[in-house]
């Protein structure tokens, strides 16, 4: 089990600039929807982007301590685009 602050941690980590929301979809700490705002998705592909986030994640993941995981990913100026 990881909190949802531990998994923002995990991300900012590796992307210092992100606005990260983290919902437990499950209640049981495993399986999470993650929403992440990163100026480093521009010029990035959907798959690319996701994957610097799973990469942000890799340990817990590898360990099944984040089971499953719904990804949203945008540069700050599409989220704003999306308000």
């Known amino acids: 089990m990881i909190s949802p602050g531990q998994v923002e941690a995990?991300?900012?980590?590796?992307?210092?600039?992100?606005?990260?929301?983290?919902?437990d979809l499950t209640g049981g700490g495993d399986h999470y929807q993650v929403t992440v705002v990163s100026s480093q998705f521009a010029?990035?592909?959907?798959?690319?982007?996701?994957?610097?986030?799973?990469?942000?994640?890799?340990?817990?993941?590898?360990?099944?301590?984040?089971?499953?995981?719904?990804?949203?990913t945008y540069t700050p100026e599409v989220w704003e685009a999306t308000k």
Not at 10 to 23: C, F, G, R, S, T
Not at 53 to 69: D, K
């Open 10 to 23: 995990m991300i900012k980590a590796e992307l210092p600039d992100a606005q990260v929301q983290v919902q």
């Open 43 to 72: 010029g990035k592909g959907l798959v690319q982007q996701h994957q610097l986030v799973y990469g942000a994640l890799r340990q817990a993941m590898s360990t099944e301590a984040i089971h499953a995981l719904a990804l949203k």
